[in-house]
């Protein structure tokens, strides 16, 4: 008996029995299903999340350093540094936080809490802004302190009407004037908690206003993705020879940041999987249970086929063939469901979900595996069937 004539038995045996073999196939397809939609939400998930950090530049180096008796790092002093090393870094920013509220002469008494920035005019490409209206900070703006401001849409909508109306406009941070010279493109939704609620001036306006006489935090860029380590690596070695001691700053890469998150959200996928992978396992002890059954219920008939001269190979290969049979309908039913689910669950979530093609070739391979695995030991038990004692069984 061949291949074909098993897989016929098989097909045949699986429609004589509907509901049993659904119930069987039930463990595998919820197992295949949700294995699928696991990961291919996760996978959607880090598409979406990479896209957002990387919209923040993955190649700046937030850099932090404490304040130590007589020793700092002045913004000057980091300029010329990143001048000499053209081959690891595009830019330099300082950042200045003036925390405080926000207000202009249309809002009346409302006020709103922000923390503002106080930048140079490289920040802009660094973090890969983008203006709706107006102009980003410049250079001389720096050298005058000029009290200017960029201010997010969600200020400029709110107080202005719109992005364009804006500019020109005066806004009172902590009860100092600043004049709207660009409004930044909506990045959200507009809201007071989203980061459309911003506000950027001068570094060098920040320290005057807020009496600092030292710069603490910079933003350096590397010059690209495949330098960032090299840059990083460079810059600690050149705070470790101006501040001393390793203690007293940190260079922290965002992509590196991202790297730890993907790795967390890859291992967070893994356990997932594993638990939805139980129900695999259920599926394939159901099958195992199930053939067992059908091996108790078919004795008579194994019994016959023996004496007709069926081998031992026979026997295993049409209860194998059968359990397979059944598991890989119940794994393309998951598949299907699977896929189907995994779109919706994006749509639903406001993400761009396909499933995986991966997840859906190895998912259909398990379900096959499970399939010949588990059936292994019910084929086995028939083909050891003595003809004449599964002959005398009624």
Known sequence: MGLGKSFTMAISSIINNKVRSLLTMLGI???????????????GLTSEVTSVFSEFGTTSLTTNIQPRPNIEVEPEELYEFADENPDLFN????????????????????TVSVSAKGVSEDYYDIQKLDLAFGRFI??????????????????????????????????????????????????????ESSSDNSMYVPYTTAMAVTGTGVVYSYIVDAASDEVVESAKTKLESYLLEVV??????????????????????DKMEMVLVAIAAISLLVGG????????????????????????????????MQFVMESGVVSCIGGIIGII??????????KLLGMDVSPSVGAVVIAFGVSVAIGVVFGFLPARKAAKLNPIDALRND
Do not use: W
């Open 29 to 43: 397809i919820i197992g295949i299903a949700a294995v699928i939609i696991l990961v291919s939400v996760m996978n």
């Open 91 to 110: 830019g330099v920013s300082p950042l200045v936080t003036v925390g405080g509220t926000f207000k202009t002469p249309t809002s009346g008494d409302d």
């Open 138 to 191: 410049s250079y001389i703006d720096c050298q005058e302190k000029s009290k200017v401001a960029v201010i997010g849409s969600f200020q400029a909508m709110e107080y202005f009407g719109s992005c364009k109306a804006a500019i020109g406009e005066t806004v009172r941070l902590n009860g100092i004037p600043y004049t709207v010279i660009g409004v930044l493109e909506e990045g959200e939704d507009s809201t």
């Open 244 to 265: 001393g001691d390793d203690d007293y700053y940190s260079v922290t890469s965002f992509q590196a940041i991202i790297d730890s998150m993907l790795e967390m959200m």
């Open 285 to 316: 002890i159901g099958i195992m249970n199930i053939m067992l059954v059908s091996v108790s219920e078919r004795t008579r008939e194994i019994g016959i086929r023996k004496s007709l001269g069926a081998k031992h190979k026979h026997i295993m």
């Open 337 to 346: 469901l699977g896929a189907t689910l995994a779109i919706g669950s994006g």
